[in-house]
């Protein structure tokens, strides 16, 4: 009976040319997984396991485009959690995926030149619109005369960024000359009157009281601070409207990211176009009519003035660096007085720590920072960062390197998610994916827990994280003690975080989670 039925298949298959077709690339598909998943690497128990899948080349796009951190933690429990690094393919690119803290840290010690950052940094050029002339002169070295004799090599561009970045936000003179203003222009805005002015999210509700969207209230707050600190006052007296713009292009930056055809991308590429026409008026300017601008932005249009670069492609690539500095700046103030609206205690514990911080206009930030002083206030910015970090550190490997027990084979790519570390039960418990404001309270230690990398770590370590933590501390406490606050209406869902979409830094909201904010003067 049997045999007559698989003949009877094997018939129909046969005398049907669409089943034919459909069979035999079914079984070619099985003979190909079963040599690349298991054949080949019996062959190299050495190389990393690559998770499976069954198109060749694409891989696992659709999962890395629709959710790349479900992807990765798929992967991770694929192999049974065991935290060895692992691969994924994606369009026809092998990702090393580390999910063990001691092999990042070990990946961020490398530093013989297997490993290299410049790639990324092409890729995003390209992607943001830089031409190929602009970026061969950011990654310049030395200068070459008509009859090609090189002179003296220099650091390129991309490099000295890095450095003069470094140079402005690590503590000392050029940070305290940034913060300073910083704190001052966040203090004046701080105030009823000013906020009941911002009539695209605030709604009044009586006197001295006023209901805010509150992402778009941090937006603005937050990408104005950023724009002023940096570039002065100029480039929003050339478009008032710049702030706006911003939000609407980051909210469909992914797109970007993802390179989408333009044919289905148009909001988000009008919004980039007129932000990068804004930035080239904005270089336009003599240099007196800008003269409120940061350290940091003279040295980097020094730089292009030297090595000629176009004002087209100077625009865009200012226009990429106040993508980096806005782009992240009001999401961690938003995460964390979103957690401290959720537990009312929680806001009033805040407000009598920081209240000694706090006069009038002047914030003390060094009190602020003080974890014996405002033990629950660092201990909840340590868990919102923790939770909230959703970047990767990415690396290209130059040669074969040995981490983990496993031979990463060069060409190939290094991925080390941060959330694969910070969710990591092993390191913060059981509970690792909820919010615990008393964790880092009751354990300071794990501040130094190697699993612990909201900033990433090695060369791309984030220099903004200074800044970012006083900020959002100083947002806080001077948010807390001028305003009672409250959820309105109270029975408001929490935000759910945009795990879908590609982020920068810290994860993004989803569209239509945002939450309304009762603000009333406090006497």
Known sequence: MESSYAAFVVTTITHDPRLTCLAITLLSLSIWRLLIFTVIPYFYPKDPKEYPYWVPFVGHLHSFFKNSSQLVSEARLYFHDAREPFALTVA??????????????????????????????????????????GISKAFQTCDVDQDEIRAVPYKHLVRLCKEYQLEQLSPGDRFAQLIGPAIEWLGLRMDIEWIHSREWYVSPIGQGCVNVSLYQWLSDIFISLGTTTYFGRSLEEIDPSHIRTFTTFESLSWQAMYQYPG??????????????????????????RRVDASWFIFQIEKEMNRLKISLTDRAIFFFQLYWSINGNTRKAPFWMLSYLLFD??????????????????????????????????????????????????????????????????????????????????????????QFEPDRFLKNPALRRNSSLRPFGGGATMCPGRNLAKQMTLVFIAIALNRFDISLNPPNQAFPRPAEGKPSIGLVDMQDGCDIQVKLSARI
């Open 92 to 133: 026809g690119q092998k990702w090393y995926v580390l999910t063990k803290a001691e092999d990042v840290a070990s990946t961020y010690k490398i530093n013989d030149g297997s490993l290299s950052y410049d790639i990324f940094a092409i890729e995003v050029m390209r992607m943001v619109g830089i031409s190929e002339d």
């Open 263 to 288: 044919i289905f991308c148009g909001e988000m590429a009008r919004a980039k176009v007129t932000l990068q026409n804004t930035m080239a008026e904005y270089f336009e300017l003599p240099k007196d």
């Open 344 to 433: 009312e205690s929680l806001i009033e514990t805040i407000r009598a720590e920081t209240e000694c911080a706090l006069d009038g206009n002047d914030v003390n930030v060094a009190y602020l920072l003080d974890v014996q002083k405002c033990p629950q206030l660092n201990s909840i910015w340590d868990e919102t960062i923790r939770l909230t970090a959703f970047a990767a550190s990415v690396r290209f490997l130059t040669r074969d390197i040995e981490l983990g027990g496993k031979v990463l084979r060069k060409g190939n790519r290094i991925i080390m998610p941060q959330r694969q570390l910070h969710f990591s039960e092993r390191a913060f418990g059981e509970n690792a994916t």
